[in-house]
């Protein structure tokens, strides 16, 4: 009798738990729910179909007269119910977003953000972050030819299609793979070279990019580099109803915190056709160091159309890490869009392995939630 | 073995119905023309710059003048075939990519409510070129390119 009492007290307890997590769980929706209510009664003005005069729904942001300046930005609230940690809300990224175009052919552009300020935590209650200020963007774009851009400044690496989309109201999922995490530095302070192009109905992009110093204004990256040389090239072309554009990017960079180099290659597509929105992206890296392990990992994710502006979310991703355990992180997810700046997502997270709270994986298994308005 | 001839036989109905219904549609389809004002300075244009101009891609004309390309509201059926024609996307599949653009600053071309109004618009902006059911062009614009059949 006492091993039966023994062998079931967690099981009571774990069944607790779950009924917790489910409240928890519960009052996040509701919570979410409330605060679209919210934030849709307060923008209803921007549904007025008369704002459509002059802009596109997608369009956003306000121009200042005729300056040539145009400000932006965007709030995210996000709630995390991961199953090895305590749930938590936080207002996320909150981003402001300011482009100057001086001349026709000369513009400023940045992005700064404020990261990090406070948390509300299960049992823990309300923590104040750092409120970390980080400089993500700073560039002055000069166009001497209508398909040439000469970038000089802080700009997102262009290394695949998630790096430089990776703002909550541009992706259909809260969290970013982990495949387009971990190869390359996100950021770039150097100068870029981007020519676009159409010939005979296929769209070329290539850019060339360099940087020969220390990242300006340091931590908006996970990987700090010192010297990065790279590349990328995208092709796109209609087939039948559908649009295609396939990319391959290089980079080699030294890594500021190890004075290695390291090499990344990588390949992606992208597909839209009725409202579906298919992409996928492998990333190879290697550290030149002998006996280094390569990494390699790969997401394929695909977004369909449910109802209205309501979509279904489905990603596979793979990663096989240069330290660590291989994780497979299918996900589940619905994103929905009830205005045209106001973006809400949910999803299910799902691992091959049980993340323990010591030993956290970059996929957690859990439920994650959010709530952005882009103005 | 009947099973699949029979589902083959479905496969082919629906597509020589699809093909049939999209051939109707383009058939029935008014031709679009690429206009500008009377007074602008562009003389010329492909459909591959159309692309370029109308995906803000390119934003400057040859002389350095900023472009304006003006686009008919989304919910327009000329707009819709310019967009498949020339974008190669609907303007609902466009959503994701203004996004990205809207992030860098870059917001979509201008939109103006009806024809009228973009004659007017190009009659006073020789920097800006639109798009017209070739039906509703008149003598206040000049055009540079059809489209369609």
Same mark, same amino acid.
């Given at each position: 009798?006492?091993?039966?009492?023994?062998?079931?007290?967690?099981?009571?307890?774990?069944?607790?738990?779950?009924?917790?997590?489910?409240?928890?769980?519960?009052?996040? @929706?509701?919570?979410?729910?409330? %605060?679209?209510?919210?934030?849709?009664?307060?923008?209803?003005?921007?549904?007025?179909?008369?704002?459509?005069?002059?802009?596109?729904?997608?369009?956003?942001?306000? $121009?200042?007269?005729?300056? @040539?300046?145009?400000?932006?930005?965007?709030?995210?609230?996000?709630?995390?119910?991961?199953?090895?940690?305590?749930?938590?809300?936080?207002?996320?990224?909150?981003? +402001?977003?300011?482009?100057?175009? %001086?001349?026709?052919?000369?513009?400023?552009?940045?992005?700064?953000?404020?990261?990090?300020?406070?948390?509300?935590?299960?049992?823990?209650?309300?923590? $104040?972050?750092?409120?970390?200020?980080?400089?993500? $963007?700073?560039?002055?774009?000069?166009?001497?030819?209508?398909?040439?851009?000469?970038?000089?400044?802080?700009?997102?690496?262009?290394?695949?299609?998630?790096?430089?989309?990776?703002?909550?109201?541009?992706?259909?999922?809260?969290?970013?793979?982990?495949?387009?995490?971990?190869?390359?530095?996100?950021?770039?302070?150097?100068?870029?070279?981007?020519?676009?192009?159409?010939?005979? @109905?296929?769209?070329?992009?290539?850019?060339?990019?360099?940087?020969?110093?220390?990242?300006?204004?340091?931590?908006?990256?996970?990987?700090?580099?010192?010297?990065?040389?790279?590349?990328?090239?995208?092709?796109?072309?209609?087939?039948?109803?559908?649009?295609?554009?396939?990319?391959?990017?290089?980079?080699?960079?030294?890594?500021?915190?190890?004075?290695?180099?390291?090499?990344?290659?990588?390949?992606?597509?992208?597909?839209?056709?009725?409202?579906?929105?298919?992409? @996928?992206? +492998?990333?190879?890296?290697?550290?030149?160091?002998?006996?280094?392990?390569?990494?390699?990992?790969?997401?394929?994710?695909?977004?369909?159309?449910?109802?209205?502006?309501?979509?279904?979310?489905?990603?596979?991703?793979?990663?096989?890490?240069?330290?660590?355990?291989?994780?497979?992180?299918?996900?589940?997810?619905?994103?929905?869009?009830?205005?045209?700046?106001?973006?809400?997502?949910?999803?299910?997270?799902?691992?091959?392995?049980?993340? %323990?709270?010591?030993?956290?994986?970059?996929?957690?298994?859990?439920? %994650?939630?959010?709530?952005?308005?882009? +103005? | 073995?009947?099973?699949?001839?029979?589902?083959?036989?479905?496969?082919?109905?629906?597509?020589?119905?699809?093909?049939?219904?999209?051939?109707?549609?383009?058939?029935?389809?008014?031709?679009?023309?690429?206009?500008?004002?009377?007074?602008?300075?562009?003389?010329?244009?492909?459909?591959?710059?159309?692309?370029?101009?109308?995906?803000?891609?390119?934003?400057?004309?040859?002389?350095?003048?900023?472009?304006?390309?003006?686009?008919?509201?989304?919910?327009?059926?000329?707009?819709?075939?310019?967009?498949?024609?020339?974008?190669?996307?609907?303007?609902?599949?466009?959503?994701?990519?203004?996004?990205?653009?809207?992030?860098?600053?870059?917001?979509?071309?201008?939109?103006?409510?009806?024809?009228?109004?973009?004659?007017?618009?190009?009659?006073?902006?020789?920097?800006?070129?639109?798009?017209?059911?070739?039906?509703?062009?008149?003598?206040?614009?000049?055009?540079?390119?059809?489209?369609?059949?």
């Amino acid at each position: 009798m006492i091993e039966l009492a023994a062998s079931r007290q967690p099981r009571v307890a774990a069944v607790g738990s779950q009924r917790r997590r489910a409240a928890t769980a519960g009052r996040v @929706g509701v919570a979410l729910v409330v %605060l679209v209510t919210a934030v849709s009664v307060a923008l209803a003005g921007d549904a007025d179909p008369g704002r459509d005069v002059g802009s596109d729904r997608a369009d956003g942001g306000y $121009r200042v007269g005729d300056t @040539g300046l145009w400000l932006g930005g965007y709030a995210t609230v996000e709630a995390e119910v991961p199953e090895s940690r305590p749930a938590l809300a936080q207002l996320g990224d909150l981003g +402001f977003l300011v482009r100057w175009e %001086l001349t026709p052919t000369l513009a400023f552009f940045n992005e700064t953000d404020l990261e990090d300020t406070v948390t509300l935590v299960e049992h823990a209650g309300l923590e $104040r972050g750092s409120r970390i200020v980080l400089l993500e $963007r700073l560039y002055l774009d000069w166009t001497p030819r209508p398909d040439l851009t000469v970038r000089f400044g802080k700009f997102l690496t262009p290394f695949g299609i998630w790096n430089v989309i990776r703002r909550a109201p541009l992706t259909w999922t809260v969290d970013r793979p982990v495949a387009t995490q971990n190869a390359f530095p996100d950021h770039t302070t150097g100068l870029s070279l981007i020519y676009q192009t159409t010939r005979h @109905g296929w769209s070329f992009d290539a850019t060339a990019y360099g940087q020969g110093q220390d990242e300006l204004v340091r931590g908006a990256s996970d990987i700090s580099a010192t010297a990065v040389g790279g590349g990328r090239v995208v092709a796109g072309h209609t087939l039948g109803a559908a649009y295609v554009a396939v990319g391959a990017s290089a980079i080699a960079f030294e890594n500021r915190d190890t004075d290695r180099w390291e090499d990344a290659y990588g390949t992606d597509v992208e597909a839209t056709l009725g409202g579906n929105h298919l992409m @996928g992206e +492998f990333a190879y890296s290697r550290v030149r160091e002998p006996g280094a392990r390569d990494e390699w990992s790969f997401y394929v994710q695909d977004v369909v159309p449910l109802y209205g502006p309501l979509y279904g979310v489905v990603r596979l991703e793979h990663v096989e890490p240069r330290r660590g355990r291989v994780v497979n992180g299918p996900l589940i997810g619905l994103a929905w869009r009830p205005l045209p700046h106001v973006v809400v997502k949910a999803d299910y997270q799902f691992a091959d392995h049980e993340g %323990l709270p010591s030993e956290r994986s970059d996929i957690e298994r859990g439920f %994650l939630a959010s709530v952005t308005l882009f +103005f | 073995m009947r099973g699949l001839a029979r589902a083959a036989l479905l496969a082919v109905s629906l597509l020589v119905t699809y093909v049939g219904a999209r051939a109707a549609e383009i058939a029935g389809a008014p031709r679009i023309a690429v206009v500008v004002g009377r007074k602008s300075f562009v003389t010329d244009v492909t459909v591959d710059d159309l692309r370029e101009l109308y995906l803000r891609r390119r934003r400057v004309w040859p002389n350095g003048r900023r472009a304006i390309p003006v686009n008919l509201p989304a919910d327009n059926a000329v707009r819709a075939r310019f967009s498949r024609l020339v974008l190669g996307r609907s303007p609902q599949d466009l959503v994701p990519y203004w996004d990205a653009r809207y992030f860098e600053g870059i917001t979509p071309p201008t939109v103006l409510p009806s024809p009228a109004a973009l004659r007017a618009y190009l009659d006073v902006e020789p920097a800006a070129i639109g798009y017209l059911s070739a039906s509703d062009v008149d003598d206040t614009c000049r055009t540079l390119l059809v489209l369609g059949p």
